[in-house]
């Protein structure tokens, strides 16, 4: 296992915490190169993935833009122009709500369900060569709980 300090050849760092955050962005920006590197082949960006997967997850419910954007993981994503780009991919559609004709809903078609399958499958298998334990991940989260209270 490589330390952060010789990863990126710092021999000191202001405090422990500071230690911790450069460590948790470094290992951010590789798992983020491996998450693009893993949805090239099903030309997604991350954020389309995760607004796939939320559309999955309420189908076949239509979500509105506002819902997709309070689930979003990425909050600085703008949900309208990612529904463009997947609606020119036709993996959703956008049709008015029967409720509220002020109101857009958005749903995953056919084919977005099979790329989301298809893009989560491989996901998976990615992140399942990150080298922790179960009992390390639930640990991890545990901790970035912490961070965001």
């Known amino acids: ?9 710092q021999k000191k760092f202001a405090s422990p915490k500071h230690k911790a955050l450069v460590n948790l962005l ?10 693009h590197r893993t949805l090239k082949p099903y030309e997604l960006s991350v954020q389309q993935f995760n607004l796939l997967r939320i559309l999955r997850g309420q189908f076949p419910k239509p979500s509105s833009i506002k819902l997709i954007t309070e689930r979003m993981i990425d909050k600085m994503s703008n949900a309208s122009r990612l529904v463009d780009k997947l609606l020119s991919k036709e993996l959703v559609e956008r049709k008015s709500s029967k409720e509220d004709r002020r109101q857009v809903d958005i749903l995953i078609t056919e084919k977005g369900l099979k790329t989301i399958e298809a893009a989560s499958l491989a996901m998976e298998n990615t992140m399942n060569v990150l080298d922790i334990t179960d009992e390390d991940a639930e640990q991890l989260s545990v901790l970035l709980d912490k961070l965001r209270d």
């Open 26 to 35: 470094f290992t951010y920006g590789q798992i983020s190169t491996l998450q």
């Open 1 to 9: 296992m490589v330390k952060i300090d010789q990863e990126i050849q």
